[in-house]
């Protein structure tokens, strides 16, 4: 169809629409949650569009520059605002100016902007696109004076040479141009002014042909061009000093890309276009382009993910967002990583167990292996946070489910990423005789368990059973949280680890100068029991939990030093002993009667039954051996001798006389 009148005519334009896929938005949100944050400055993003009047943006828009081959690349920017507030309150109209024009008069012809607010907790995300184009000044237009089929204008060789230069030749591999130069003996070129000058410095005879990737819809045919063609006109005025002057343009509009196609169906137009002058765009340059909503008016768009994402992708995103929230503004310099690989041993599924996993689910940590070898009973849910009264029956043999089975099951329907693995498994412990095979078994497991975990929490009911933990900890230099109970006071402390080096910290029995022993002989049932004031153990097991992250946010672990004794209600520190979490003290000892918390700093004892060098020593030659003969030892002199503690306290007495009788001497 062939339009040639003596008068023009306004040239008429559709835009581009935008097309987001939603894994373009789950990536971004990612991105916004672990690594953008708060920043508000631009990112470059990508964006392509085919013969479909479609500008997509794909997962990868965001992290890479590649682009099917038989799509044009469009550069452009996202910016993201952390309120709501922030986004409705942009001046659109001078954003979109501001951030075009500097891009367009570098050479940037075409690019597109995105202005988001993600509403993470809810996962929704508001956005408005906008594809710039400068506007002539009202009253003013692009006006064409011919338009024609390009199948009825050029004949059968220059459609070849169109088609086999645009589709074929390299120079703009891997994506297709949004804009090239044309000529009948030079085919397609890239849209570059040294190619243009280098043109029109031959004879003259070359038809110069100014070409755009067009994508109007296949219905709209010659009515309508593309979005494109106004910012290419423009900037023929503005920049390449073609104003008031009448040009041929090209609208390609090829079938197929990057393909073998029928010439006949091609739907290219060519026109005759009167370029603006620069007074017809005056001064201050009109930037238009901003996307309608889906009603048609002026307006961003929400989208909703929440439907696009499966239950346990939102419940693993939203059991994080608090640790990856610290990261934004309060604790930049915390490796949330660290903490979600971290392997933790929980030795004791009671109420010290059930709190400390509760508070280790809160920091990310998800990988759990649990011991315990009692069972649910009817007065452990209201204490117990982990166990239900379902669990209090059910279990094999009658009674209620192992603990250390029911635990793991409650972490696992509490996060959806949780691993966890119970184990049945009693701690051979001082005192306590038992079969050498029975020991040799629990040693083993216990010894494994240990070794490859990350840190080990001591959270049993009697003091001998966190003789052995302790030991092994120390041989394989593991870090040690250890918490106990008392009616109204409470201890959390951390182990030193290998104390056969300097500058050890103590265990929990290096302040002991007897063995640990059988504690539950001829004790009553208040005395066989933890009693303690409900209100300790949910305190006791959240500070083993945070010293723990703190230790980890450290460089040395739990090798880091503890700050030093001091009178004042807070300990000494220095930049040595804080973490980005603050202090890492040796001991907490809390007072629930006196509503006080004292930090000291203890050494390690070099005649310690669990942590010195010589018990290390005998464990790491023969723990079996070890373990089964502290197990006989009814009075803990095993243990005693060899730690050295016998002798010890001999030397002690002997001091001790020795000062009596010098006093007898002076009187």
């Not at 379902?390 to 793991?408: F, L, R, T, Y």
């Given at each position: 169809?062939?339009?040639?009148?003596?008068?023009?005519?306004?040239?008429?334009?559709?835009?581009?629409?935008?097309?987001?896929e939603s894994s373009f938005w789950v990536k971004y949100c990612e991105?916004?949650?672990?690594?953008?944050?708060?920043?508000?400055?631009?990112?470059?993003?990508?964006?392509?569009?085919?013969?479909?009047?479609?500008?997509?943006?794909?997962?990868?828009?965001?992290?890479?520059?590649?682009?099917?081959?038989?799509?044009?690349?469009?550069?452009?920017?996202?910016?993201?605002?952390?309120?709501?507030?922030?986004?409705?309150?942009?001046?659109?109209?001078?954003?979109?100016?501001?951030?075009?024009?500097?891009?367009?008069?570098?050479?940037?012809?075409?690019?597109?902007?995105?202005?988001?607010?993600?509403?993470?907790?809810?996962?929704?995300?508001?956005?408005?696109?906008?594809?710039?184009?400068?506007?002539?000044?009202?009253?003013?237009?692009?006006?064409?004076?011919?338009?024609?089929?390009?199948?009825?204008?050029?004949?059968?060789?220059?459609?070849?040479?169109?088609?086999?230069?645009?589709?074929?030749?390299?120079?703009?591999?891997?994506?297709?141009?949004?804009?090239?130069?044309?000529?009948?003996?030079?085919?397609?070129?890239?849209?570059?002014?040294?190619?243009?000058?280098?043109?029109?410095?031959?004879?003259?005879?070359?038809?110069?042909?100014?070409?755009?990737?067009?994508?109007?819809?296949?219905?709209?045919?010659?009515?309508?061009?593309?979005?494109?063609?106004?910012?290419?006109?423009?900037?023929?005025?503005?920049?390449?000093?073609?104003?008031?002057?009448?040009?041929?343009?090209?609208?390609?509009?090829?079938?197929?890309?990057?393909?073998?196609?029928?010439?006949?169906?091609?739907?290219?137009?060519?026109?005759?276009?009167?370029?603006?002058?620069?007074?017809?765009?005056?001064?201050?340059?009109?930037?238009?382009?901003?996307?309608?909503?889906?009603?048609?008016?002026?307006?961003?768009?929400?989208?909703?993910?929440?439907?696009?994402?499966?239950?346990?992708?939102?419940?693993?995103?939203?059991?994080?967002?608090?640790?990856?929230?610290?990261?934004?503004?309060?604790?930049?310099?915390?490796?949330?990583?660290?903490?979600?690989?971290?392997?933790?041993?929980?030795?004791?599924?009671?109420?010290?167990?059930?709190?400390?996993?509760?508070?280790?689910?809160?920091?990310?940590?998800?990988?759990?292996?649990?011991?315990?070898?009692?069972?649910?009973?009817?007065?452990?849910?209201?204490?117990?946070?982990?166990?239900?009264?379902?669990?209090?029956?059910?279990?094999?043999?009658?009674?209620?489910?192992?603990?250390?089975?029911?635990?793991?099951?409650?972490?696992?329907?509490?996060?959806?990423?949780?691993?966890?693995?119970?184990?049945?498994?009693?701690?051979?412990?001082?005192?306590?005789?038992?079969?050498?095979?029975?020991?040799?078994?629990?040693?083993?497991?216990?010894?494994?368990?240990?070794?490859?975990?990350?840190?080990?929490?001591?959270?049993?009911?009697?003091?001998?059973?966190?003789?052995?933990?302790?030991?092994?900890?120390?041989?394989?230099?593991?870090?040690?949280?250890?918490?106990?109970?008392?009616?109204?006071?409470?201890?959390?402390?951390?182990?030193?680890?290998?104390?056969?080096?300097?500058?050890?910290?103590?265990?929990?029995?290096c302040n002991d100068v007897v063995a640990p022993e059988n504690s539950?002989?001829?004790?009553?049932?208040?005395?066989?029991?933890?009693?303690?004031?409900?209100?300790?153990?949910?305190?006791?097991?959240?500070?083993?939990?945070?010293?723990?992250?703190?230790?980890?946010?450290?460089?040395?672990?739990?090798?880091?030093?503890?700050?030093q004794n001091s009178s004042s209600f807070s300990p000494t520190t220095?930049?040595?002993?804080?973490?980005?979490?603050?202090?890492?003290?040796?001991?907490?000892?809390?007072?629930?009667?006196?509503?006080?918390?004292?930090?000291?700093?203890?050494?390690?004892?070099?005649?310690?039954?669990?942590?010195?060098?010589?018990?290390?020593?005998?464990?790491?030659?023969?723990?079996?051996?070890?373990?089964?003969?502290?197990?006989?030892?009814?009075?803990?002199?095993?243990?005693?001798?060899?730690?050295?503690?016998?002798?010890?306290?001999?030397?002690?007495?002997?001091?001790?006389?020795?000062?009596?009788?010098?006093?007898?001497?002076?009187?």
């Amino acid at each position: 169809m062939s339009y040639e009148a003596p008068e023009s005519w306004v040239v008429k334009f559709i835009p581009l629409s935008s097309s987001v896929e939603s894994s373009f938005w789950v990536k971004y949100c990612e991105e916004k949650l672990n690594n953008i944050q708060l920043n508000e400055d631009p990112i470059d993003i990508s964006g392509s569009y085919g013969n479909d009047s479609r500008l997509e943006c794909r997962e990868n828009s965001l992290s890479s520059d590649d682009v099917h081959q038989s799509r044009a690349m469009m550069q452009g920017q996202l910016v993201g605002y952390n309120t709501i507030e922030t986004f409705q309150k942009i001046d659109k109209n001078k954003f979109i100016r501001d951030s075009f024009l500097p891009s367009f008069n570098d050479g940037e012809i075409s690019t597109f902007i995105v202005l988001t607010f993600a509403d993470l907790k809810n996962h929704k995300i508001l956005y408005w696109f906008a594809i710039p184009a400068i506007a002539t000044q009202k009253g003013c237009s692009i006006r064409a004076s011919y338009q024609q089929e390009v199948q009825k204008c050029f004949d059968s060789s220059e459609i070849s040479l169109l088609y086999d230069s645009f589709l074929k030749d390299v120079w703009h591999s891997p994506a297709l141009p949004s804009f090239f130069l044309y000529t009948k003996n030079s085919g397609c070129l890239p849209f570059t002014r040294k190619n243009y000058d280098k043109l029109c410095s031959k004879d003259g005879s070359e038809r110069i042909i100014f070409c755009f990737l067009d994508t109007p819809a296949r219905t709209q045919k010659e009515q309508f061009m593309g979005w494109q063609m106004r910012n290419m006109v423009a900037f023929l005025s503005l920049n390449w000093g073609l104003s008031g002057q009448t040009v041929q343009i090209l609208s390609f509009r090829p079938k197929f890309l990057r393909s073998t196609m029928e010439q006949s169906n091609d739907m290219s137009i060519l026109l005759h276009v009167i370029v603006p002058t620069t007074a017809d765009y005056g001064e201050e340059l009109q930037v238009v382009g901003w996307e309608p909503n889906v009603r048609g008016k002026p307006g961003p768009r929400w989208v909703n993910l929440q439907p696009l994402l499966d239950n346990r992708h939102l419940a693993i995103q939203a059991a994080d967002l608090n640790l990856k929230l610290m990261k934004w503004r309060m604790i930049p310099s915390l490796n949330v990583e660290k903490l979600q690989g971290t392997k933790v041993l929980l030795l004791g599924a009671g109420t010290l167990g059930c709190n400390v996993a509760r508070t280790l689910l809160g920091w990310g940590i998800r990988n759990f292996k649990i011991v315990d070898n009692g069972k649910v009973s009817y007065s452990n849910p209201v204490r117990q946070s982990l166990f239900t009264l379902k669990d209090c029956q059910g279990g094999e043999g009658g009674g209620g489910v192992p603990k250390s089975i029911a635990a793991a099951k409650a972490l696992k329907d509490i996060a959806a990423d949780v691993e966890a693995e119970a184990f049945v498994l009693s701690i051979p412990m001082p005192g306590h005789a038992e079969p050498k095979e029975t020991i040799k078994s629990s040693v083993e497991q216990l010894d494994q368990l240990i070794r490859e975990c990350d840190v080990v929490y001591l959270l049993t009911d009697t003091r001998e059973s966190r003789w052995l933990p302790t030991v092994i900890a120390a041989s394989y230099n593991k870090m040690l949280i250890n918490a106990a109970l008392g009616l109204d006071s409470w201890l959390v402390m951390r182990h030193g680890g290998d104390t056969r080096g300097d500058s050890s910290l103590g265990c929990y029995f290096c302040n002991d100068v007897v063995a640990p022993e059988n504690s539950m002989k001829n004790r009553t049932l208040d005395q066989q029991c933890t009693v303690t004031r409900p209100g300790l153990a949910p305190i006791a097991g959240s500070m083993a939990v945070e010293l723990m992250v703190s230790l980890l946010q450290h460089p040395d672990l739990h090798h880091a030093p503890a700050p030093q004794n001091s009178s004042s209600f807070s300990p000494t520190t220095t930049d040595e002993t804080a973490s980005p979490l603050g202090v890492m003290p040796h001991q907490i000892r809390g007072s629930l009667v006196s509503y006080t918390v004292m930090n000291p700093t203890v050494p390690a004892f070099s005649c310690c039954t669990a942590c010195s060098a010589a018990v290390i020593n005998a464990y790491d030659s023969d723990g079996v051996g070890l373990v089964y003969e502290a197990a006989q030892s009814a009075s803990g002199t095993y243990l005693e001798d060899i730690a050295g503690l016998t002798a010890f306290r001999a030397q002690a007495e002997e001091q001790l006389n020795e000062l009596e009788e010098d006093w007898d001497v002076d009187e």
